[in-house]
């Protein structure tokens, strides 16, 4: 016996994602916390890389990022070993806040 059935239409939802178009309301608002977060992250990690790079030991032997102590550890290496940990955290910690107050406003306005 053939089959004589249309196939099945798709539901008239689209769940379709794209980050880099995304659609206007809630998505939109967690894409531009989502890239506002990683410039962040991105400007701390490698920005500070570039800085270290332009500060480097002069002739004299003297660097102001590397004979700086903070909490008895050199700049470079507390900034390295645990400030980037601790802003990675942090910003973890924001972007959840920041997801939470944007599903409460959307979720009011259903």
Sequence with gaps: MADDQAPPTPPQDDYRVNFFRPRPGFMRQKVVYTWILLVSWAFFTFGFQFLMLLVQR???GESLITDTV????PLHYWFS???LIVWFILL???FNVFVDHL?????KRR
């Design 81 to 83: 070993g645990q400030f």
């Design 70 to 73: 903070v909490f008895g550890f």
């Design 103 to 107: 599903t409460q406003v959307y979720r």
């Design 92 to 94: 973890c910690i924001l």
């Design 58 to 60: 002069n002739e004299s």
